[in-house]
């Protein structure tokens, strides 16, 4: 047990808290959070379900220590200390993938109090194709259209999804030394990203993935019909894909495609 008040508040404690309180006065529910960048993020949201009956805190777990990383959250600090009065929303990850291939798979897809995001992360929705025209609008004050990208987006998640099933699978086997997250992000990273030719940077994206699968499938051949299993098992559309795997290198695309003028000012000649 914690020598701190704050290292013993549980769902609980709050709740009786919560008792304390004039009859009229809402009710605190305490949210946990993994990063102070979440805290904007999931205060958006939950305050669409705040009322005259109850409120939420947003929070990090602690105050001195910035150790993110959800297993650590809801494992080592807070665990059965939630409840209806104290939370924790992170982000899926593979968790949700994965549906209960892991200890923390299984918890926070089977705890009532566990709120996680369907992206992979927040970031991701930062590349939602289609709101990527107006974030392209905001970045560059101009309005012109020069690339489709829902469009584009989609056959580039379809392109990528086989390569990412085999992430998964390496992730299941415990296995990041010969084909990682890192790995994958490599394969499906688009350095350049022509406002012309769009469909080239895929071109090549697609050799190198294609490339990557034979040389896998060559590999791990009693692999191969749980791979197919999984492309059944997995609730996730390859067209979506975008949107479940990790979104740092499509951010990293986008914001180079503005700064080289993907979305600059038709001459006015």
């Known amino acids: 047990m914690g020598k701190r008040l704050t290292e013993n508040l549980s769902s609980l404690y709050i709740g009786a808290a919560n008792s304390l309180k004039p009859k009229q006065a809402k009710r605190k529910i305490v949210a946990y959070v993994e990063s102070y960048d979440d805290i904007s993020f999931w205060r958006s949201l939950l305050v669409e379900y705040e009322n005259d009956k109850r409120y939420f805190e947003v929070m990090l777990p602690s105050r001195s220590s910035l150790a993110k990383g959800k297993k650590s959250v809801l494992m080592n600090e ?20 994965l549906q209960g291939r892991t200890q923390t798979s299984r918890y926070i897809i089977n705890s009532p109090y566990v709120l996680q995001t369907y992206a992979y992360a927040i970031e991701n929705y930062h590349c939602y194709a289609e709101g990527l025209h107006e974030a392209c609008v905001t970045a560059t004050l101009n309005a012109h259209k020069l690339i489709d990208f829902p469009a584009f987006m989609k056959l580039y998640s379809e392109i990528a999804y086989p390569l990412f099933i085999w992430s998964v699978w390496f992730y299941r086997q415990h296995n990041l030394s010969e084909f990682s997250l ?34 896998l499938e060559r590999r791990h051949v009693e692999a191969l019909e749980e791979i197919e299993d999984m492309k059944k098992e997995f609730r ?16 990293q695309c986008h914001t180079a495609s503005a700064d080289s003028g993907m979305h600059s000012t038709p001459s006015r000649t």
Do not use: W
């Open 78 to 97: 807070l665990g059965s200390r939630l409840g209806e009065n104290m939370i924790a929303c992170v982000d899926s990850d593979y968790d949700y993938l």
């Open 182 to 215: 890192l790995d994958f992000c490599s394969f499906v990273k688009l350095d350049q990203v022509s406002t012309r030719h769009p469909e080239k940077s895929l071109e090549i994206m697609s050799k190198k993935v294609n490339r990557k699968l034979h040389e």
């Open 236 to 251: 996730v559309p390859g067209q979506y894909l975008h949107v479940h795997s990790r979104a740092s290198h499509y951010g």
